[in-house]
Nanobody, 127 residues
């Protein structure tokens, strides 16, 4: 069974850093497809914070995290990561990883259009 499992969430003070990881299992390679990180805060809609076109290495970020977050992947471990620096209280949310079956138009994909989605890991940033 294909699964994406996130780890690395936790509580941190504003200005701190966290690194989220997402491991793929069940025979799902993370290369040659769109991969992304989403987040959802209480009472708010889910938003995409970072997406990567694994074929071209192109990355796109939400304006709110640009310059602070970095999406990456490790093909040898079949994992993807989200490095989060200079964290702010407004970054507090449940973070989810996702992978699609396609490798193009990644920036136009909604959460529901990602074929594989993790269960989430909580990030809490205190002021």
């Amino acid at each position: 069974q294909v699964q994406l499992v996130e780890s690395g969430g936790g509580s941190v003070q504003a200005g701190g850093s966290l690194r989220l990881s997402c491991a793929a299992s069940g025979g799902l390679p993370l290369n040659d497809r769109c991969i992304a990180w989403f987040r959802q805060a209480p009472g708010k809609e889910r938003e995409r914070v970072a997406v990567k076109y694994t074929v071209t290495d192109r990355t796109d970020y939400a304006d709110s995290v640009k310059g602070r977050f970095t999406i990456s992947q490790d093909n040898s471990k079949n994992t993807m990561s989200l490095q989060m620096n200079s964290l702010k209280p407004e970054d507090t949310a449940m973070y989810y990883c996702a992978a699609a079956s396609i490798s193009w138009s990644c920036s136009g994909l909604s959460w529901e259009q990602y074929d594989y989605r993790g269960q989430g890991t909580q990030v809490t940033v205190s002021s």
